[in-house]
């Protein structure tokens, strides 16, 4: 199993930046590609951005530019760094993590964390 924690949630003003923290346990090896994704209220969880294994970074339209998803393996986290964000940023963010386990493809979800952008 994959364990997922998000963290760095809160509060922001537009044009101000904010970092989410993702920390991966448990079969980290496993792990193929991990994902920001976000959930407005009402409306369905979109993709963010990911990151593979390797370090190759794919964005949503709406945040190129603003957003950069990154990783330490050293310390096992993948992080979103969220600058100029936008009242329709806020949202709550979750971490995904596609993994292999046992030849098959399983996805591991976070709890959530919640990014406010308001003046």
């Known amino acids: 199993q994959v364990h997922l924690v998000e963290s760095g949630g809160g509060f922001v003003q537009p044009g101000g930046s904010l970092r989410l923290s993702c920390a991966a346990s448990?079969?980290?090896?496993?792990?193929?590609?991990v994902g920001w994704y976000r959930q407005a209220p009402g409306k369905q969880r979109e993709l963010v951005a990911t990151?593979?294994?390797?370090?190759?970074?794919n964005y949503a339209d709406s945040v190129k530019g603003r957003f950069t998803i990154s990783r330490d393996n050293a310390k096992n986290t993948v992080y979103l760094q969220m600058n100029s964000p936008k009242p329709e940023d806020t949202a709550d963010y979750y971490c995904?993590?596609?993994?292999?386990?046992?030849?098959?493809?399983?996805?591991?979800w976070g709890q959530g964390t919640q990014g406010t952008v308001s003046s």
């Open positions: 995904n993590a596609d993994a292999t386990v046992v030849a098959v493809p399983t996805n591991f």
């Open positions: 990151i593979t294994s390797t370090g190759t970074s």
């Open positions: 448990g079969l980290i090896r496993l792990i193929n590609t």
